[in-house]
């Protein structure tokens, strides 16, 4: 993180070179990060952003919230894939694509 509401992306094999710069709704407790997004959260919800897309091209200053969720308890932890997000609350793990597919439409939508 780069301050309490932004995270930072950086490549440490080109000279720590930031790649990616997403300004946060929230001061986070938690982040994660994947192939293609950022989960941010507190508590029992996580925010996930994209830094990249599907072809794993860096986005042109713009990070979209791509899924806001809640979850039934405490997180204590996010693991991500290019696609999918696992968390850690409460003794139980949810699996579930980050992204909802075309048709289908994410919990707060």
Not at 40 to 69: A, Q
Not at 74 to 84: K, Y
Request: glycine share 8%; charged share 25%.
């Amino acid at each position: 993180m780069s301050s309490l509401s932004e995270v930072s992306i950086i490549d440490c094999s080109k000279q720590y070179l930031v790649v990616g710069k997403i300004d946060l709704d929230i001061e986070p407790g938690f982040l994660g990060q994947g192939q293609r997004h950022v989960a941010v959260g507190m508590n029992n919800k996580i925010w996930y952003y994209m830094w990249r897309d599907e072809n794993l091209e860096l986005l042109d200053g713009e990070n979209p919230l791509v899924c806001k969720r809640e979850y039934f308890g405490t997180i204590q932890q996010v693991a991500l894939n290019s696609t999918w997000t696992a968390v850690l609350s409460e003794g139980k793990v949810t699996v579930h694509q980050i992204e909802a597919s075309k048709g289908s439409k994410n919990l707060d939508d």
